[in-house]
């Protein structure tokens, strides 16, 4: 019956909470989370793979969510923007997309801060230019990208000192 | 004791008051908002550039199980438009069809499969008409009427001289023109158009969120449309994801939500593609420029001669503005004495475009910086100098289309870029394949007559000061990236000195924010600002005289300190806390009001039909130096650096000032170097983001910002535009680099690598043929 239908049982990990869905089978993951579970947070900027906004995390790695279809995400960890707020206060990309400016519109900041997210996981260290390459997937059309890399400088270089700190 | 101080909030780096929203995933942009018995919205678009409607056969889809409403041209015989001298646009065509893509009908049903379902049971039948996709076509004679009402295809056709232009080129010691062509430009905004509309039939009411720059004008638009009162309708923009222009009018999105919304008796979201986002357009038009300009041997302007011709697309939209600004605004940076101008605006079967950042004056100021960078080349006078010698003398300053410049600061921006690229060591000594260019550029803050005249003031802001001691700033200015709301409250936070954290802020909702033009033309700092400022200056009003009676002193004789109210430096005095409790004795919440209006003497000429367009308070200024590196075998082209100065009046925020002008002169890269829409028999071929090439970070450069101030005399703490003039000065800075390094000038837009390349073969076969 449920081949029929074309529907599937999902099990998947969203933002460290353990879900059972019944999805379609043409159901992308961007439609997924934000029409299913209501997290609007990703965005969706273009019919597919162009722009970057819907970009989440998926078992760490950064992806288009818009080219992922839900039903191919059994027992994967995805993480959105939503997640990213440690205890209540801003994560360091985040204050740093937000202090330093690297946000105006706001349409591409969730993808454009899970795939420097990412980067960061990657890479806690990253030069100008692998921030460069590690945000190429992502547009931005306010900013003119000087800032979004002067955000992410800021987080690397709070992420540092924290652990220097510790 | 450390001393009490008033907070600043003017001129401090201040991230938006919307920032964490935005960051934390928090913020909802128009389709975000999903109630669970909304339906899904689809439109049928024309799959023919131009057509006489014969019949819109919907019974099949109306059939289908799960639709819930399907609406065509007959649903409305009201039409749309930003001017109103110029609506001629249906929501959903009626009688004819004019581009590719046209919206034709909308079905409304229960989710995306059964509307798509829908959509592709939709019998369209046609008799196609003669289409016509390039200026020259559609003006060509014998040409059909895209429009009955418009001969010759002609939206708007503006001729003037000003001052002896045939005198100035007699005068002349060197006389030079040439042809431009610019591309047709996408804003490419990253927020696809969205709109949800919500139709209570109980009460007849209709509220619509929509991603625009204009709720008023949509509201309007709406009414007129849907044939309802305008009180019968709440329009909200919610978050928008950028605009650049491409919403600086209603768009046919939010009108066809509403009506099949109505028409479904529920609530209706729409989410058009990119590929339709693309298609709804209003972006810069495809502009053709002949450029002559008169000099004397020494480099002194005499008189300007030229004719822009806009590819205007099937819709005038803001049209008859954009060709009148591109002969308006000639005016302003430089001293002009003599210009004579033509405008053609010309109805192709294309996408309408409308008033894309840098409205109607960046391919026209291209073209003269362009061709007068030339000139001062075979003059042998420096490029920076040649722009140094034609400045205006002033302030004040009135052109000779009677614009007011009250405060120009282009000297100083000519002066800043000249030290900061160290232009006099470098320019012309880069060698091959390196150079240097310059070039500058204005742009008004806010047209000084609104787009419809109803006598009220320009701006209004309130301000609502409550028992908690919050103060809530309403306005109905469209927040849309550009930080216009963290903008009206540090206005008011300055003039009251408090902290912004005591302000929070409510906009764009006509129920409850007063209303507000929009965010066009770079009027919100300006305009929204200054009420702002009289808003909070009547507020402390009123504090003070709260003040003053509880210390039993004369409201002269209260000082404000912000957070405390004190009667001499002596007096201990109140908290802010202490003194609106005092305010709201006997008479509750306070509610304020601040508005701002322009002045006569800004209200431009009545020299030619449509002259006082380009009148505006103030005009901020850009010059800019652009460093390009080219690569001799593919002719890639890498811009090194930009040094971008611009007078802003005054930062207000330094922090979203250079956000602006970066984001401006990076757009105007993108101008320059790769975008450009095209279209194969009307059909867009580059409605993507993969084939309409906006700069990726990997090839954006270096950005430094010289913020110059020359205080506005009316402007809110001397404050003008920020957002728009340096893109219009990039391109040319850009082009002029490469005529540094190549010694061969493009003069077509965009200037992609095998264009240059074959710009280079062309001039290297020339000279060996001359040879």
């Known amino acids: 019956m449920s081949e029929k239908r074309n529907i599937s049982l999902l099990h998947c990990t969203v933002n460290g909470k353990e879900r059972d869905d019944v999805v379609k089978d043409n159901l992308l993951l961007a439609d997924y989370l934000r029409e299913e579970i209501g997290l609007t947070g990703t965005k969706i900027g273009c019919d597919g793979g162009e722009c970057g906004c819907c970009t989440v995390l998926i078992d760490g790695v950064p992806q288009h969510a818009c080219l992922r279809l839900a039903a191919t995400c059994q027992d994967a960890e995805i993480e959105t ?65 000087i800032k979004i890399i002067e955000a992410v400088q800021f987080a690397v270089d709070e992420l540092d000192s924290k652990g220097k700190a510790a | 004791m450390n001393e009490i101080k008033p907070t600043k909030s003017i001129g401090v780096r201040t991230p938006l008051v919307d920032g964490p929203e935005k960051v934390s995933g928090k913020a909802l942009y128009s389709a975000d908002f999903n109630p669970s018995d909304c339906l899904v919205g689809r439109i049928f678009r024309s799959p023919v550039s131009h057509a006489e409607i014969i019949d819109v056969d919907i019974s099949a889809a109306q059939a289908l199980p799960g639709v819930k409403a399907v609406i065509t041209g007959d649903e409305t015989d009201e039409t749309f438009g930003i001017l109103p001298v110029a609506r001629f646009e249906y929501p959903l065509a009626r009688d004819k069809v004019r581009y590719k893509g046209e919206p034709v009908a909308c079905v409304a049903a229960i989710d995306v499969e059964t509307a798509q379902k829908a959509i592709d049971l939709i ?59 610019c591309a047709e430009i996408a804003q ?16 007849d009411f209709m509220t619509v969120h929509a991603s625009t ?137 294309t996408p309408p475009p409308g008033a894309m ?43 000779l289309n009677e614009m007011f410049i009250n405060s120009y600061g282009l000297p100083e921006c000519l002066d800043w870029v000249e030290k900061a690229s160290d232009w006099k060591k470098r320019k012309g000594k880069m060698g091959l394949y390196k150079g240097l260019g310059v070039a500058c550029a204005h742009y008004p803050s806010g047209a000084s007559k609104p ?25 109905g200015a469209p927040e849309i990236g550009q930080g216009s709301t963290t903008m009206a409250t540090q206005c008011a936070a300055e003039v009251l000195g408090l902290d912004i954290s005591r302000f929070q802020s409510l906009t764009s909702d006509s129920k409850l924010t007063p209303k507000d033009n929009g965010s066009y033309s770079s009027r919100v700092t300006y305009m929204v600002g200054n009420a702002s400022i009289d808003a909070a200056t009547n507020l402390k009003t009123i504090l003070l005289e709260a003040a003053a009676k509880k210390l039993e002193v004369k409201p002269e004789d209260v000082e404000c300190l912000g957070e405390v109210y004190r009667a001499g430096t002596q007096d201990e005095g109140l908290t802010f806390n202490e003194v609106v409790k005092a305010a709201l004795e006997g008479t509750g919440t306070i509610t304020v009001k601040g508005n701002f209006d ?22 901020a200024y850009a010059a800019q130096v652009v460093e390009v590196s080219i690569d001799p075998e593919t002719f890639d082209i890498t811009v090194v650096k930009v040094w971008a100065a611009q007078d802003v009046g005054k930062a207000l925020n330094p922090l979203a000032v250079e956000g602006q002008i970066e984001g401006s002169v990076w757009m105007g890269m993108g101008q320059a170097i790769s975008e450009g829409t095209q279209y194969h028999n009307g059909l867009g071929i580059t409605n993507s983001m993969l084939d309409y090439r906006v700069p990726t970070i990997v090839e954006s450069p270096p950005i430094e910002v010289g913020i110059i101030e020359s205080i506005d005399p009316h402007g809110p703490f001397g404050a003008k535009e920020a957002g728009e003039t340096s893109l219009i000065s990039f391109i040319p800075a850009f082009t002029n680099a490469i005529a540094d390094a190549l010694g061969v000038r493009p003069l077509d837009l965009p200037v992609t690598p095998d264009r240059l390349m074959e710009l280079v073969e062309n001039s290297t076969s020339n000279k060996k043929a001359a040879e």
């Open chain 1, 81 to 145: 923007i939503e997640a990213l707020a440690e205890q209540n206060r801003l994560s360091a990309l985040q204050r740093g997309f937000h202090e330093k400016l690297g946000t105006q519109c706001g349409f591409c900041t969730p993808g454009m801060i899970m795939a420097a997210e990412g980067l960061l996981r990657e890479n806690p260290n990253p030069n100008e230019d692998e921030i460069r390459q590690g945000l190429a997937a992502n547009i931005c059309r306010c900013t003119g990208y």
């Open chain 2, 123 to 181: 019998k369209f039948k046609y008799k196609e008409l003669p289409a016509y996709f390039t200026s020259q076509e559609a003006m060509a004679e014998g040409a059909v009427y895209i429009h009955d009402h418009r001969e010759g295809n002609i939206e708007r056709e503006v001729d003037f001289e000003l001052g002896e232009v045939d005198e100035g080129f007699e005068a002349a010691d060197f006389i030079m023109e040439e042809t431009f062509n």
């Open chain 2, 188 to 203: 490419v905004q990253m927020e696809p158009h969205a709109a949800i509309a919500e139709y209570d039939p109980t009460r």
């Open chain 2, 213 to 349: 720059q204009v709720p008023y004008y949509g509201h309007l638009m709406l009414a007129k449309t849907l044939k309802m009162e305008e009180s019968q309708i709440r329009m909200i923009k919610p978050f928008v994801g950028g605009g650049f222009g491409c919403r600086t009018e209603c768009l046919n999105v939010e009108l066809i939500c509403a009506l099949v919304a109505r028409a479904a008796g529920g609530t209706v979201r729409i989410v058009v593609s990119r590929e339709e986002t693309f298609i709804t357009h209003r972006g810069r038009p495809e502009t053709d420029v002949e450029m002559k300009i008169g000099l004397t041997k020494d480099g002194m302007i005499t008189a300007v001669d030229y004719k822009a011709i806009q590819r205007g697309g099937a819709f005038s939209g803001y049209g008859v503005v954009t060709i009148l600004y591109s002969g308006g605004l000639m005016f302003g940076v430089y001293d002009l004495q003599a210009v004579r101008y033509k405008g053609l605006r010309v109805l192709t079967n």
């Open chain 2, 357 to 399: 950042r840098g409205h109607g004056i960046t391919d026209v100021r291209y073209a003269f910086e362009s061709l007068l960078d030339k000139m001062a080349m075979e003059l042998g006078i420096d490029t920076l100098e040649i722009r140094r010698k034609n400045l205006l003398q002033g302030p004040k300053y009135e052109t």
């Open chain 2, 451 to 475: 787009v419809n005249w109803s006598g009220e003031p320009h701006a209004t802001v309130h301000l609502k000061l409550d028992w908690d001691g919050s103060i809530t700033l309403l306005t």
């Open chain 2, 598 to 619: 322009t002045l006569p003497e800004s209200w431009g000429t009545k020299k030619y039909r449509g002259g006082a367009i380009s009148g505006s308070m103030a005009y």
